[in-house]
């Protein structure tokens, strides 16, 4: 069985201050993980994704994740935030084993202030 | 570009009725997926199919069917809808998963299509 916890519902960050998304998993076999983002009335773009090589991730738009087997975790992080991140952003694990079932976590809404 | 299209963006529909959601992608994918969002809830898989005429359950597939006659187009019905289905409805689509490793190929989705049943 595979799940994945996205730890708050809605963050929200000044411009120009870091981002700090977070994430933990559970997973039977050895996961893959991703981020997804939506832009409000736009469909699901994929972020970055980790599948075994390297644990530090990059991905689009300045964003970055860590995977952390000891702690589960997948965080989402961004040095600096542009009012152009404001949008919803998904955690999804995908097991091993044939992987067509992609697991999505309940998303997290990041506001970013001026 | 990679394009995945969605019939409608909005539908209204009223109890009982018989829903289509059409579903086309342009990328020659073998595998399709539909999903359903409700806030707080994320996205939950209703069915996908691993190519043409394939079809798999997903974790909420009552109330719902589908069907895949071509390579480029997945339908999603509704026999007779119903309240509870109003929700944001996803398509996606992707290339199939080579081998037994956790390799991944993005699944590409459409912009979705808002369905109220009244």
């Known amino acids: 069985a595979q799940s994945v916890t996205q730890l708050d519902s809605h963050v929200s960050v000044s411009e120009g201050t870091p981002v700090l998304l977070r994430c933990n998993y559970s997973s039977s076999y050895s996961p893959s993980l991703f981020w997804y983002v939506q832009h409000p009335n736009k469909g699901l773009q994929l972020l970055l994704k980790?599948?075994?090589?390297?644990?530090l991730v990059k991905g689009i738009n300045g964003f970055e994740a860590e995977f952390k087997k000891s702690e589960t975790s997948f965080h989402l992080t961004k040095p600096s935030a542009h009012m152009s991140d404001a949008a919803e952003y998904f955690c999804v694990v995908i097991a091993g084993g044939g992987g067509n079932k992609l697991t999505f976590g309940t998303g997290t809404q990041l506001k970013v202030e001026l | 570009d990679v394009k995945v299209t969605q019939s409608s963006r909005y539908l209204v529909k009223r109890t009982g009725e018989k829903v289509f959601l059409e579903c086309v992608q342009d990328m020659d994918h073998e595998n399709m997926f539909w999903y359903r969002q409700d806030p707080g809830l994320g996205l939950r898989l209703i069915y996908f199919?691993?190519?043409?005429?394939?079809?798999e359950k997903g974790d909420i597939p009552e109330g719902y069917s589908v069907s895949r006659e071509k390579k480029e187009r997945f339908s999603l019905i509704l026999e007779s809808a119903s309240t509870n289905q109003t929700s944001m409805y996803l398509c996606?689509?992707?290339?199939?998963?080579?081998?037994?490793?956790?390799?991944?190929?993005?699944?590409?989705f459409g912009p979705g299509t808002r369905l109220t049943v009244l």
């Open positions: 980790y599948t075994s090589a390297a644990t």
């Open positions: 996606a689509s992707r290339s199939p998963v080579l081998g037994l490793a956790p390799l991944y190929n993005e699944q590409f």
């Open positions: 199919s691993y190519d043409v005429k394939m079809k």
